[in-house]
Each structure stands twice: as structure tokens, then as C-alpha cells.
């Protein structure tokens, strides 16, 4: 092993390392596991001896940062080749470049000879102009007009002192640019206690400034900054509206913005060996020296170096957030195998609706006009109970578009009219769908269907299996993002990739049911490996058994190896082909069954390290043994949505003071927001959500988790409402609105907070007081940076 792949791996060994320590011999395994073609999916599941027990989350981290630190040693082998091509590699730089650990740190050694012209340095030197710069820097005490007047050089454009004293300069303040150790100190003091300023800029118009309101004189330390406000303040100054201001202290403080910046120039004048002080005849002209390498060198440097600092954090901030919410929604718990009336509310085109039976097929449509302008209300209810009793419906799937509440109680009357048989409504979060609808997947899945029903069926199918239909729309379409458009596409498309296949293969998909897009996103597949699938599966009938796959065309062995275990069939020839056993080690499966049933003993009665081999370990026996006992079982969670208050539809409905229930539409640095059915999302501010100090929202919500909360305030003109995780919170002149109904069939109501599989909140540290009364919204928003 070459000692650059030995450093890699000792760095990733750090990086993952948390409560317990990872060894090197762990990472090692993994990377020659990810080099050989193998998916994190198939490693996490089934290599856990090899990799020592390495969970998915680690895998993902160590896969990014693998081609990070790749790419960083490439770009080290660059930058030495180049410097030593301008022969000025030193001992010094070759030890820095070496020491490098970002590549922002390696472009900054990189940097002063990336330059193909000529400096003003380069030039002064190439005059003799260096001896009096150092002449300068020695002896404070020598005039410098006098000393510039033996450095006259008017071939080389130096024809006066001033001239010869600014080429002296230019070779001076190149000096300091070019001392790594400093570059790095002042940078690393300018990001811990710098500041940054934003202020409207001067072409913003009025209607512009509105929306960056609480930027428009704002002052925050760098190092403080949370993602979402990064990301708003670069958005605001890209839109034009804001200027930013990277400065040494409070940019609005003179005095302690003079005193901060002599720190640094002091900092400076100390690397040189001078002092900026006294009466000596160079004293001054040192002193504009230093301060113009400061300002005009290391400071204008060090703001680009910090704006993408900056960026970079809360963009992986952002990115983070974005992959957490979508596996929460990818993982909702699904309504299962029951047939489903779906609506994709309308007013004036009608709402669209289509009927899904147990396996999503598509076996009625109609068109209704229950609402403005046709009015057809009673005609509306009467097609959709004919339809529900047609097809036995057991669920009406409600998109929560425009009119989405309307049609709400368009379906309550459908299930008052069947006389309260076991039917129940859903409002379900049609973000996509038109997405999907309009897809060349959907045209090859509905051909015959109109664009506009086919949004229907989408949100009938995401009622039965959310993951299954999402599968086949963009990530960032499905609206759970935090500042989505202000990173970068690469980052993002990769991380909510991996976060769908890691959603994908943790449940499992039915090989003879599955679309061509949940194909796609098993390990070891593909898209091309799943249109194969499909068409042998059209051509030749079901699946019998995992091993028929591999008569599928280019399904090798590799790729059987990485995708057998997470594809399953239902009834077939091998009962272990519906559970997430893998094929290798069906005979281990058997040999624990058989050892159970011969002791007559239960499966988890028996011991694993009996049954350990060469090819498997204790990890392994103990997934078999729990498949055994409960197969093909699925992770995710009980259906359960929320019950919207009744009589509350709309904006102007919502009240402060009242108890509602919602589901979590998305999470971010500063909150969750919450979908109550009003088509205008209400915000939890983090420090609304307990009594405990939380950092972060995610220690108590999540996506698509269904919620009980109080209004706090309620800004009809802003479209904002402020909500509260707290019920029992007191507001001054709070109005007194009595508790929302009961749960509806299949449904519950959440005290506060509750989750699938009702996990318990976790706790943190004691926090102050929510604000209350008129000022509780307005603070809300401003922390989060989206208000007053």
C-alpha cells in the first residue's frame, strides 16, 4: 500500500470515529469493498464481519469523503509538479503542500504562483529593487526618499523615489501574501471573530428590500452564521438587493473596527521583524506598508476564501437537512394493499379522479365539478359513493392542492353517505405529482391516460406506498428541501440519491410487482438492469425464484451477488426468496432451522456463536435468526394521519389559541413547518418546540410525523402562522377555541408530539421561555430569518 492510500485511510479512520473508535483495518475493508463494485447497501447488510459492523451512515460518509481525499491527492501531486516546474519548491512548501488537509488549504499555497503574468513584484525585483526593501525593512532609520534615489530604474518604469518606494512595496507585501503561516493565523482569527455586514445595496429597490427585510442592516460573526441565513444573505446580494461587508469587526463601529484592524497589522508587522511605531524616518511608509498588505492583500483574499468557507458549511448543512426530511417522507409508513379513491383537487377544470385496486392498477377515472364555478356538489358526492362502492374502496386519497380542503369535505360526505362503512379520508401531499405526470415514465405507465388523471393516480399510489411512487419522481420535487436552488446540483443529486437507495433496500422491493424506477434504485441494478428485469418479466411471466434473474440479460454475478437480497418474491418455489435472506447463506438459514426444531427450541433460544463459519459471523447469524422469526417484515411504521380540524379551511379560519393537528411537511435549521390543512404552512420555531433546550429540530419532528400544536399568531397579510410544540403555553388575551374532534377511523390524535412507532422525543438542556403574546410570531420569524 502506497503511503498516500495509507494516509487516506488513517484520516478516514479519524473522521468516522465517534462514541467508538473505527480502526484502520475497518476502513481499509471498505474501500477495497467499495473499489471492487460492491453498493453501500449490500456492504452494510451483508458484509458486517468484513467491515466491522460499519453502519449505512458510516459507509455513505466514508464513501463521500474517499472521493474527496482522492481528489485532494491529485490536486497535491498538481500543485508540486507545477511549483517545481517554476523551480520554486522549497523544503518549506513541499512540507506545507504534504500537510494540506482541504483543498481550499492547497489552493491557498498554490495560489501565489498560479499567476501566469507578471507581478508588480516580479517586476520591481527584475528592476533591483529588493535591496531597497529590504534595506527598509532592516533599518527604520534610513530616509526612504533618500535610499530610493540610489534604486532609480527608468527602463523598468521606476524613474522616481516614488516610484522605486512602490516597487519597493509591491516586493514587500507579495512577502507577506506568500507567508503560508501568517495567511493561515489571520485567517483562522479573521473567522472566529470577524464580521460580516449586509446593508441594502444601492440599486434595491423598495418592493425588492421587502423580502430580505431583516438583512437590510445586519451585522453577525462569522463563525456563528447558521445555514439558512448564509444562504439567504449570498441569495440577497446575488439578487442585487444586499451588499455584504466582510470586515475585522462591527463594520457600523468605526472605533472597534480601527482597533481590530491594528491587531492584524500589528500581526503583520511582527512576521517582518518591524515596528509600525515612533519617529523613524521609515516608520511611516512602513506603516502604510503593512497596511496595505492587510487590506489591500490578505483581506481582499481572505473574503473570497471566507464567503466559500461560508458557503460551503451550509450548503452541507442545507444538503444534510434536505437527505433527512426525504428519508423521513420516503419511509412513511404505507397505507398497504387496500384500493384507494384518489382526488387531485380543482376548481374550475374539476377535480380528477382515479381508482387504484389493491396492486396500484388503475381500474376506474371520471372527472367531478363540485366546485365554483359548476357547483355540481350533490352530483359530485353521488359519482364518487358509486365509484367507492363499485371498486370497495377502503381509503379517498386527497391531494392538498388548490381546493384541497374543499374537496376534503366533498369526501367526508361521500363516507357520510356510504353510512360510515369502513372508509376513511387522507389529505396527502401532492408535491410532484404534476411533476410526474407530465414524465415520459408516467406516459410509459399510463399511456392511455390524460396528463391531468394521472396526477390522481399518483396520489392514490403514494397513499398505498409512498416510497414506491416517489421512487419515480426528482428528490427535489418533492418539496422537502431547505434552500434547494442555492447549492450546488452535484452535491445534492448525490446525496438524495443515496438517500433513496438506502430507503429503496432497507425495505425491500417485490421483483415481480416493482417499476421500472424502484428497480432502478435496488443495489447493483440500475436503469438499464431494471428495464431488462421488466421485459423478461413481460416475456417470460413471474420470477419462480431469486437465481431465475440471473437469466435476465447483463444480470451477471456481480450483480446478482449486490441486488439478490433486497429484491423479493412472494410465493414462489423457495420460501426464503420473499425474506432479506441472502442466497449465500440459505444454507446457514436451514441449518438454524432445523437445529431450532430438533432441540425443540425457539430461534432466539439458540446460540449464535455455535453456528459461526469462516464465511459467517455472529452479525450475520443474528440478521438471519431475526428474518427468520419475522419475515419479509417491513420497517417502516402504523399508518396514521392527521385529523384536520374541522370548519378550518383557510387562512382566515385559523384563530391564535387553537389546538390543532398536522403532519410535518418539512424541517429545517430553524424549525419545521406544519401542513393544518389551511394551504399555508404554519411555522414551529425551534424554541417552540419543548421546554428543553433543543439545537436541533430534528431531536423532536420529522418529516411527515403527525403533530399537535397551538396557534400562537396568526399574520394574514404575511400568509404566516406562528405555532408552538408547547399546548399548554399562556398567551396574553389568547382566545379560548375548544379542542379539535376526535381521530377519524384508522386515525389518531397526537398528544403534542408523536411518531411512528411512537418514538419518544429526544431530551436537551433547559431553554428560556417562548416570547408570547403579540410579539411571539414576529420573533419567531426574525430568529429564523424570515420576518420582521
Known amino acids: 500500500m502506497s503511503s498516500t492510500e495509507q494516509r487516506i485511510l488513517e484520516q478516514l479512520a479519524i473522521e468516522l470515529s465517534g462514541d467508538s473508535k473505527v480502526a484502520i483495518w475497518q476502513v481499509k475493508a471498505a474501500v477495497e469493498l467499495l473499489d471492487s463494485g460492491s453498493t453501500v447497501p449490500f456492504i452494510a447488510r451483508y458484509r458486517k464481519e468484513i467491515t466491522g459492523m460499519l453502519s449505512d451512515t458510516q459507509l455513505r460518509l466514508l464513501e463521500e469523503r474517499l472521493r474527496y481525499l482522492r481528489e485532494l491527492e491529485e490536486r497535491r501531486v498538481t500543485v508540486r509538479e507545477a511549483i517545481t516546474e517554476v523551480g520554486k519548491l522549497t523544503d518549506e512548501l513541499d512540507s506545507a503542500i504534504t500537510a494540506a488537509v482541504t483543498k481550499a488549504e492547497l489552493e491557498d499555497i498554490y495560489l501565489p504562483f498560479k499567476s501566469k503574468r507578471r507581478t508588480k513584484a516580479q517586476i520591481a525585483r527584475e528592476a533591483g529593487l529588493e535591496p531597497l526593501a529590504d534595506l527598509l525593512l532592516a533599518n527604520p532609520n534610513t530616509d526612504p526618499q533618500v535610499a530610493a534615489g540610489e534604486y532609480l530604474n527608468a527602463e523598468a518604469g521606476f524613474a522616481t523615489e516614488l516610484d522605486a518606494l512602490s516597487g519597493a512595496r509591491s516586493i514587500v507585501t507579495?512577502?507577506?501574501?506568500?507567508?503560508?503561516?501568517?495567511?493561515?493565523?489571520?485567517?483562522?482569527?479573521?473567522?472566529?471573530?470577524?464580521?460580516?455586514?449586509?446593508?441594502?445595496?444601492?440599486?434595491?429597490?423598495?418592493?425588492?428590500?421587502?423580502?430580505?427585510?431583516?438583512?437590510?442592516?445586519?451585522?453577525?460573526?462569522?463563525?456563528?452564521?447558521?445555514?439558512?441565513?448564509?444562504?439567504?444573505?449570498?441569495?440577497?446580494?446575488?439578487?442585487?438587493?444586499?451588499?455584504?461587508?466582510?470586515?475585522?469587526?462591527?463594520?457600523?463601529?468605526?472605533?472597534?473596527?480601527?482597533?481590530?484592524?491594528?491587531?492584524?497589522?500589528?500581526?503583520?508587522?511582527?512576521?517582518?521583524?518591524?515596528?509600525?511605531?515612533?519617529?523613524?524616518?521609515?516608520?511611516?511608509?512602513?506603516?502604510?506598508?503593512?497596511?496595505?498588505?492587510?487590506?489591500?492583500?490578505?483581506?481582499?483574499?481572505?473574503?473570497?476564501?471566507?464567503?466559500?468557507?461560508?458557503?460551503?458549511?451550509?450548503?452541507?448543512?442545507?444538503?444534510?437537512?434536505?437527505?433527512?426530511?426525504?428519508?423521513?417522507?420516503?419511509?412513511?409508513a404505507p397505507a398497504g394493499n387496500k384500493a384507494v379513491l384518489g382526488l387531485d383537487p380543482g376548481l374550475r377544470t374539476g377535480v380528477k379522479v382515479a381508482v387504484v385496486d389493491l396492486t396500484g392498477k388503475v381500474v376506474d377515472i371520471a372527472t367531478i365539478y363540485p366546485h365554483a364555478p359548476a357547483n355540481k356538489w350533490d352530483e359530485s358526492v353521488k359519482t364518487l359513493?358509486?365509484?367507492?362502492?363499485?371498486?370497495?374502496?377502503?381509503?379517498?386519497?386527497?391531494?392538498?392542492?388548490?381546493?384541497?380542503?374543499?374537496?376534503d369535505r366533498l369526501a367526508a360526505e361521500v363516507i357520510k353517505a356510504l353510512g360510515g362503512k369502513e372508509l376513511s379520508k387522507v389529505i396527502v401531499s401532492e408535491a410532484g405529482a404534476s411533476v410526474y405526470s407530465a414524465s415520459e415514465l408516467a406516459s410509459q405507465e399510463l399511456p392511455d391516460l390524460d396528463v391531468s388523471i394521472r396526477g390522481a393516480v399518483s396520489i392514490a399510489r403514494r397513499l398505498q406506498d409512498p416510497l414506491a411512487e416517489l421512487v419515480k419522481i426528482d428528490p427535489k420535487s418533492i418539496g422537502v428541501g431547505q434552500y434547494q436552488h442555492d447549492v450546488s446540483a452535484t452535491k445534492l443529486d448525490r446525496a438524495l440519491d443515496a438517500v433513496v437507495e438506502d430507503c429503496v433496500n432497507a425495505v425491500g422491493v417485490d421483483v415481480n410487482t416493482a417499476s421500472p424506477a424502484l428497480l432502478s434504485r435496488v443495489a447493483g441494478v440500475g436503469p438499464l438492469l431494471s428495464r431488462n428485469i421488466v421485459d423478461h418479466r413481460n416475456a417470460n411471466g413471474a420470477f419462480a425464484t431469486r437465481r431465475e434473474l440471473l437469466k435476465v440479460p447483463r444480470l451477471g454475478a456481480k450483480a446478482y451477488e449486490q441486488c439478490a437480497g433486497f429484491l423479493r418474491i412472494t410465493g414462489g418455489k423457495e420460501k426464503l426468496d420473499a425474506s432479506s435472506v441472502h442466497p449465500e447463506a440459505y444454507a446457514l438459514a436451514k441449518s438454524l432451522q432445523q437445529a431450532a426444531e430438533s432441540r425443540g427450541r425457539?430461534?432466539?433460544?439458540?446460540?449464535?456463536?455455535?453456528?459461526?463459519?469462516?464465511?459467517?459471523?455472529?452479525?450475520?447469524?443474528?440478521?438471519?435468526?431475526?428474518?427468520?422469526?419475522?419475515?419479509?417484515?417491513?420497517?417502516?411504521?402504523?399508518?396514521?394521519?392527521?385529523?384536520?380540524?374541522?370548519?378550518?379551511?383557510?387562512?382566515?379560519?385559523?384563530?391564535?389559541?387553537?389546538?390543532?393537528?398536522?403532519?410535518?411537511?418539512?424541517?429545517?435549521?430553524?424549525?419545521?413547518?406544519?401542513?393544518?390543512?389551511?394551504?399555508?404552512?404554519?411555522?414551529?420555531?425551534?424554541?417552540?418546540?419543548?421546554?428543553?433546550?433543543?439545537?436541533?429540530?430534528?431531536?423532536?419532528?420529522?418529516?411527515?410525523?403527525?403533530?399537535?400544536?397551538?396557534?400562537?399568531?396568526?399574520?394574514?397579510?404575511?400568509?404566516?402562522?406562528?405555532?408552538?410544540?408547547?399546548?399548554?403555553?399562556?398567551?396574553?388575551?389568547?382566545?379560548?377555541?375548544?379542542?379539535?374532534?376526535?381521530?377519524?377511523?384508522?386515525?389518531?390524535?397526537?398528544?403534542?408530539?408523536?411518531?411512528?412507532?411512537?418514538?419518544?422525543?429526544?431530551?436537551?438542556?433547559?431553554?428560556?421561555?417562548?416570547?408570547?403574546?403579540?410579539?411571539?410570531?414576529?420573533?419567531?420569524?426574525?430568529?429564523?430569518?424570515?420576518?420582521?
Open 174 to 332: 507579495e512577502r507577506v501574501s506568500q507567508d503560508i503561516v501568517l495567511a493561515s493565523e489571520l485567517r483562522e482569527r479573521l473567522w472566529k471573530t470577524g464580521r460580516v455586514g449586509a446593508s441594502p445595496a444601492a440599486t434595491a429597490t423598495a418592493e425588492a428590500q421587502g423580502k430580505y427585510k431583516d438583512y437590510l442592516d445586519y451585522v453577525a460573526t462569522l463563525d456563528s452564521l447558521p445555514s439558512h441565513r448564509v444562504l439567504a444573505l449570498l441569495r440577497g446580494e446575488r439578487d442585487g438587493v444586499l451588499k455584504l461587508q466582510f470586515a475585522e469587526a462591527d463594520p457600523r463601529d468605526d472605533q472597534a473596527l480601527a482597533q481590530a484592524r491594528a491587531g492584524y497589522e500589528n500581526a503583520i508587522a511582527a512576521s517582518l521583524g518591524i515596528s509600525t511605531g515612533g519617529d523613524a524616518p521609515a516608520a511611516s511608509w512602513l506603516q502604510q506598508t503593512v497596511r496595505l498588505a492587510w487590506k489591500a492583500r490578505l483581506l481582499t483574499r481572505f473574503e473570497s476564501d471566507l464567503r466559500a468557507r461560508l458557503f460551503e458549511a451550509a450548503e452541507d448543512e442545507s444538503v444534510k437537512i434536505f437527505a433527512a426530511n426525504l428519508r423521513d417522507v420516503l419511509l412513511a
Open 385 to 407: 359513493t358509486q365509484l367507492a362502492q363499485k371498486h370497495g374502496t377502503s381509503l379517498i386519497a386527497v391531494g392538498n392542492g388548490t381546493a384541497g380542503r374543499e374537496t
Open 602 to 788: 425457539r430461534l432466539e433460544e439458540l446460540d449464535p456463536a455455535e453456528f459461526t463459519t469462516e464465511q459467517f459471523g455472529e452479525p450475520t447469524i443474528r440478521d438471519v435468526i431475526a428474518e427468520l422469526r419475522r419475515p419479509a417484515r417491513d420497517p417502516r411504521g402504523e399508518f396514521v394521519t392527521a385529523a384536520l380540524r374541522e370548519g378550518v379551511e383557510k387562512l382566515s379560519d385559523v384563530l391564535p389559541g387553537m389546538i390543532m393537528e398536522g403532519t410535518v411537511s418539512n424541517v429545517a435549521a430553524f424549525g419545521a413547518f406544519v401542513d393544518l390543512g389551511v394551504h399555508q404552512d404554519g411555522l414551529i420555531h425551534v424554541s417552540a418546540m419543548s421546554t428543553k433546550f433543543i439545537s436541533d429540530p430534528r431531536e423532536v419532528v420529522s418529516s411527515g410525523q403527525i403533530v399537535k400544536v397551538k396557534v400562537l399568531e396568526v399574520d394574514a397579510a404575511r400568509k404566516r402562522i406562528s405555532l408552538t410544540l408547547r399546548l399548554d403555553d399562556e398567551l396574553p388575551g389568547e382566545k379560548t377555541v375548544s379542542e379539535q374532534p376526535k381521530a377519524r377511523t384508522g386515525q389518531r390524535p397526537n398528544a403534542g408530539v408523536k411518531t411512528r412507532g411512537d418514538r419518544a422525543p429526544k431530551a436537551g438542556r433547559q431553554a428560556a421561555p417562548a416570547p408570547s403574546g403579540n410579539t411571539a410570531m414576529a420573533e419567531a420569524l426574525r430568529r429564523a430569518g424570515l420576518g420582521k
